[in-house]
């Protein structure tokens, strides 16, 4: 019986670090897509100097997105926008416009995806 | 490396507590839902050693899922004879009142050298002494022998049997008292002692001592 409880008590766990790492992610989503965002913003204006201060913020806090968010994604996902990130400074740089305009929405969507992937739903299960 | 040495070893521990959970019954015979489960964790647990780019939780929560729905899956086939029907299959019948039932090998694809062997791992090497044989859920054969070719027992030749014990057990292990093993055999520390004091030695003089409930002992001194 004690085995029984054991497992119960695992499979509870399991469904709320579940449920807990979801939350997570989101908390964390909420946390970088508003840098973007402002980022977005700056650029449309024209400020550069505040679009590079955004992009540093952005690095700084993807820094920290991106050591928390190992434990519970695989490495290559986050990769893909590890890449992205490292582009922006030197395309503000030689302001490319337009490849950071792209570079921004790839990052966007990576970011909502890691969320969306993560979600219980039937076709990610499937 | 280091994150690989890491890795490993945190799952090797994670492995020994999924097989302890599962209990004893996952360490001999396996019945097929256990067979599953088994091939799995031990799929599942190489992934994240070999690559480091999967997060170590993306193999530690399915072995944990697996290893917990074994354990709460095979509570339930305690409780439901028709789930436990279900996962695990159920007994079939080849050999009945000394006829093999063709029907029911062909069913099972058991070929007839499968059940010569089968019969000759239990010690039977004739079909025609068999009286009863079952495939069990485990695959394994279990048969009882017509009458005839059955072992003598005690109750056959009327040796009184009425005194039985349970077979002996460790009550010392290199000095140690096993003392779980004496309350299972009815027998105290002072008894022990007693026993120790007959053959003249002390505790750490001893590498092996078994008693049985009956206070049969056997002792083994140590060497050193």
Redesign the interface.
Known sequence: MK??I???I??FL?VC??AAGLYFISFKNNGILPILDELQVYLDTGDNNAAYEAAQRLALEWELYKRSM???????KLQSIDTSIAKINPYIYVKNTDELYSELQVIRRYIQNLYSSELPMWFNIL | MAIVFIRSVILYALLIFSVR???KRQIGELQPSELAVTILISNIATLPIED???????GI?PI??L???D??MS?FGVKSRGLRGLTCGKPAVIISGGEIDQKKMRELRFSIDDLASALRAQGVFSINEVQFAVVETTGNVSVCQKKRYQAVTNRDIYVDTEKSYDPPDIVIDQGIIVSTALKRLNLSETWLYGALENEDMDLNDVFLMTASSGGEYYLVRNEE
């Open positions: 085995r029984v054991i497992s119960w695992i499979l399991i670090y579940s190992g434990i519970l994604i695989r490495d290559d | 959970l599962m209990g480091s780019n999967i997060p170590l939780l993306t929560i944990l899922t290893a917990a729905l354990v709460i509570w």
